[in-house]
């Protein structure tokens, strides 16, 4: 338990998500200050004075503030959009390194090995027939028939 706790923290990925939280928070205040103070002012002009936040209906003497339901949900929906957004740039950009790449995984023994190896430095295992599409485009390989 404290062994993986350990590489857990040795690895980095607790930099990585502290990051990640901090940026999350941020940005979550970010996006309700526009929900709030810039969206719904504006929505408020458009339904003639009708503030969303201020809305609410009394059943049975309970008040159901929807309003504020209705400003989570739109905050919610940015929220979304932009992170949607955010991860599809992130995917374009893996993509893009990973065509770019100079090593591959040995299929055998899942070291990280160069592109170019026909064999594996590691457990030599054969590789012929095993290249990576970007190896194969750029590198057509002469048989030499014995
Ligand atoms: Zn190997």
């Keep these: ?35 709030e103070d810039l969206l719904m002012p504006i929505i408020t002009g458009l339904t003639a004075g009708v503030d969303f936040s201020e809305l609410n209906v009394n059943i049975a003497g309970a008040q159901l503030r929807f309003g504020n339901l209705i400003n989570a949900i739109i905050t919610f929906l940015i929220i979304s959009l932009v992170m949607f957004s955010i991860v599809k740039a992130f995917n374009r950009n893996n993509k893009e390194e990973n065509a770019e790449a100079e090593s591959k995984d040995c299929p055998y023994c899942k070291t990280s090995i160069p592109v170019e190896a026909t064999r594996c430095p590691h457990c030599t295992s054969e590789l012929e027939g095993y290249h990576n599409e970007h190896t194969h485009a750029h590198n057509d390989r002469v048989t030499i028939v014995e």
């Design 1 to 35: 338990m404290f062994k993986e706790f350990k590489e857990f923290i040795a690895k980095g990925n607790v930099l990585d998500m502290a990051v990640g939280i901090i940026m999350g928070t941020a940005f979550t205040a970010i996006v309700n200050s526009v929900v």
